[in-house]
């Protein structure tokens, strides 16, 4: 089994993530967070807002609709650009991603290139493939009354997107939030919530998904700036996943993506590279987008998107910078990370999950030596109890005996697991045990 694999298959036995609709099956590219991994992804997603807009004085949340107005679409380049190139193999019928069945294929291959590659199908190995065709990666919806047999016209009149970038919702309130906040430049838009991609072949578990959550910002700077708005944001979000995500550095890369690989919005790019079990990926995006969104949006609503500086008078469509992450891919890069196998120096092998103390789902765990001695039972009740008075995120676990509550708390990351015995009821203390250490230290309950 690959680590990835070890990873898929402890995210399912401890309830962290399961495939989605399983009980049917699966449904490609959908998953669902079960109770551990709701946790830990609440904790990234209050992690990331906290150090992008509660922390700090210039950023504001927004929460918009998914469904957009279709001009949404239209105005932002989507509707025409927002396409991966596929490819069919004429023989199985298979369809493909062209840029992902093999290397040195990029985003903006031709037939031409992508035959001069002699690619094998990845399904049933023959070489006879279509022409590279643009597939729009935007998921189409009706809204309202919609039948199966209305004529096309009122089908299409009807046409929705889920939206395939949260950012959308953002750069359409640009002027409600100016016009209710006055906000100095620079300042932030920052929003957090599901996108959707119709993704031609997702894989890797949650690194590519048909639903993903993306946390998003907007920061909006006077043109003339954008290149220092855009380095102390490469340093701000390395800093977010390196310190408060505790990513390894040395796999973290920046990539400055060429021009002819840059969405249709970007004069400048770079993809924070994450070397992930099965190889290096995109972590997250910073672009700059110009004011490539205001002025679309200006000429789609006829509505002026023009700030106006409060102190020097000057108006001006600002600039923007943009770093965007999917919480999927940080869970996964978080994960796998923290998710290590060792050998204990009593010769057990345990799994353990080393994640920073602020991500772990509990930060504690409370157990009574034996769950068949009521007195233990009490008193570790009374512990666990006065213990979730002061912290939220504390456990249970009286099951089996204490070598296998250990492991499971190291296979699901708790930091510390605290136990009740017979000396507890004499002196009123208890055994604190570390779960990257395994050392265990005896601390009085006042102290805990
Ligand atoms: N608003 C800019 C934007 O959406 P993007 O590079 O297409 O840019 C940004 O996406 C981030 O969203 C990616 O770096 C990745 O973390 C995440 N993301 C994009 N597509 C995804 C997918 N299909 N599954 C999981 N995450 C995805």
């Given at each position: 089994?690959?680590?990835?694999?070890?990873?898929?298959?402890?995210?399912?036995?401890?309830?962290f993530i399961?495939?989605?609709?399983?009980?049917?099956?699966?449904?490609?590219?959908?998953?669902?967070f079960?109770?551990l991994g709701v946790m830990l992804k609440k904790n990234l997603t209050d992690a990331w807002w906290k150090c992008f807009?509660?922390?700090?004085?210039?950023?504001?949340?927004?929460?918009?609709?998914?469904?957009?107005?279709?001009?949404?679409?239209?105005?932002?380049?989507?509707?025409?650009?927002?396409?991966?190139?596929?490819?069919?193999?004429?023989?199985?019928?298979?369809?493909?991603?062209?840029?992902?069945?093999?290397?040195?294929?990029?985003?903006?291959?031709?037939?031409?290139?992508?035959?001069?590659?002699?690619?094998?199908?990845?399904?049933?190995?023959?070489?006879?493939?279509?022409?590279?065709?643009?597939?729009?990666?935007?998921?189409?919806?009706?809204?309202?009354?919609?039948?199966?047999?209305?004529?096309?016209?009122?089908?299409?009149?009807?046409?929705?997107?889920?939206?395939?970038?949260?950012?959308?919702?953002?750069?359409?309130?640009?002027?409600?939030?100016?016009?209710?906040?006055?906000?100095?430049?620079?300042?932030?838009?920052?929003?957090q919530g599901?996108?959707?991609?119709?993704?031609?072949?997702?894989?890797?578990?949650i690194?590519?998904?048909?639903?993903c959550s993306q946390m998003?910002?907007?920061?909006?700077?006077?043109?003339?700036?954008?290149?220092?708005?855009?380095?102390?944001?490469?340093?701000?979000n390395?800093?977010f996943l390196?310190d408060v995500c505790g990513l390894?550095?040395?796999?973290?890369?920046?990539?400055?993506?060429?021009?002819?690989?840059?969405?249709?919005?970007?004069?400048?790019?770079?993809?924070?590279?994450?070397?992930?079990?099965?190889?290096?990926?995109?972590l997250m995006?910073?672009?700059?987008?110009?004011?490539?969104?205001?002025?679309?949006?200006?000429?789609?609503?006829?509505?002026?998107?023009?700030?106006?500086?409060?102190?020097?008078?000057?108006?001006?469509?600002?600039?923007?910078?943009?770093?965007?992450i999917g919480v999927e891919r940080l869970f996964l890069a978080v994960l796998s990370t923290a998710?290590?196998?060792?050998?204990?120096?009593?010769?057990?092998?345990?799994?353990?999950l080393?994640l920073p103390a602020n991500l772990a789902p509990?930060?504690?765990?409370?157990?009574?030596?034996?769950?068949?001695?009521?007195?233990?039972?009490?008193?570790?009740?009374?512990?666990?109890?006065?213990?979730?008075?002061?912290?939220?995120f504390?456990?249970?676990?009286?099951?089996?005996?204490?070598?296998?509550?250990?492991?499971?708390?190291?296979?699901?990351g708790?930091?510390?697991?605290?136990?009740?015995?017979?000396?507890?009821?004499?002196?009123?203390?208890?055994?604190?045990?570390?779960?990257?250490?395994?050392?265990?230290?005896?601390?009085?309950?006042?102290?805990?």
């Amino acid at each position: 089994m690959s680590k990835l694999d070890d990873i898929v298959s402890l995210c399912k036995r401890r309830g962290f993530i399961f495939p989605g609709s399983d009980i049917y099956g699966g449904f490609a590219g959908t998953w669902d967070f079960g109770p551990l991994g709701v946790m830990l992804k609440k904790n990234l997603t209050d992690a990331w807002w906290k150090c992008f807009v509660e922390d700090r004085d210039d950023i504001y949340g927004v929460d918009a609709a998914i469904l957009m107005n279709p001009k949404t679409w239209e105005a932002s380049g989507h509707t025409a650009t927002f396409a991966d190139p596929l490819v069919e193999c004429k023989e199985c019928k298979s369809r493909f991603r062209a840029d992902k069945i093999a290397d040195g294929i990029t985003e903006s291959v031709t037939t031409e290139e992508f035959l001069e590659k002699h690619v094998a199908c990845p399904v049933c190995g023959k070489e006879n493939w279509g022409p590279i065709r643009k597939f729009n990666m935007m998921f189409v919806t009706h809204v309202g009354a919609v039948l199966p047999d209305d004529d096309a016209e009122t089908a299409n009149k009807n046409i929705a997107y889920l939206r395939p970038e949260t950012a959308q919702g953002i750069f359409t309130n640009f002027k409600n939030v100016v016009d209710t906040i006055y906000p100095n430049i620079p300042f932030g838009i920052a929003q957090q919530g599901k996108s959707f991609r119709n993704e031609i072949s997702p894989r890797d578990f949650i690194l590519r998904d048909r639903e993903c959550s993306q946390m998003e910002i907007e920061y909006f700077v006077h043109p003339n700036t954008w290149e220092e708005n855009f380095d102390k944001m490469l340093q701000l979000n390395h800093s977010f996943l390196e310190d408060v995500c505790g990513l390894d550095k040395a796999k973290l890369h920046d990539y400055d993506v060429p021009a002819e690989d840059r969405a249709h919005y970007s004069k400048r790019t770079i993809d924070f590279m994450f070397e992930y079990p099965n190889g290096e990926e995109e972590l997250m995006g910073l672009a700059y987008r110009t004011d490539f969104d205001l002025n679309n949006i200006a000429r789609e609503s006829g509505k002026s998107m023009e700030y106006r500086d409060k102190n020097t008078g000057e108006t001006y469509v600002p600039h923007v910078i943009e770093p965007s992450i999917g919480v999927e891919r940080l869970f996964l890069a978080v994960l796998s990370t923290a998710y290590t196998e060792e050998e204990l120096p009593n010769g057990e092998k345990r799994t353990v999950l080393k994640l920073p103390a602020n991500l772990a789902p509990y930060k504690f765990c409370v157990s009574p030596l034996l769950k068949n001695k009521p007195e233990l039972v009490d008193k570790a009740k009374e512990v666990y109890n006065n213990l979730r008075d002061k912290y939220t995120f504390v456990t249970w676990d009286d099951s089996g005996n204490i070598g296998k509550r250990y492991r499971k708390q190291d296979e699901i990351g708790t930091p510390k697991c605290i136990v009740i015995d017979f000396d507890t009821l004499e002196d009123d203390t208890v055994t604190i045990r570390d779960r990257d250490t395994t050392e265990q230290i005896r601390v009085p309950i006042a102290e805990l």
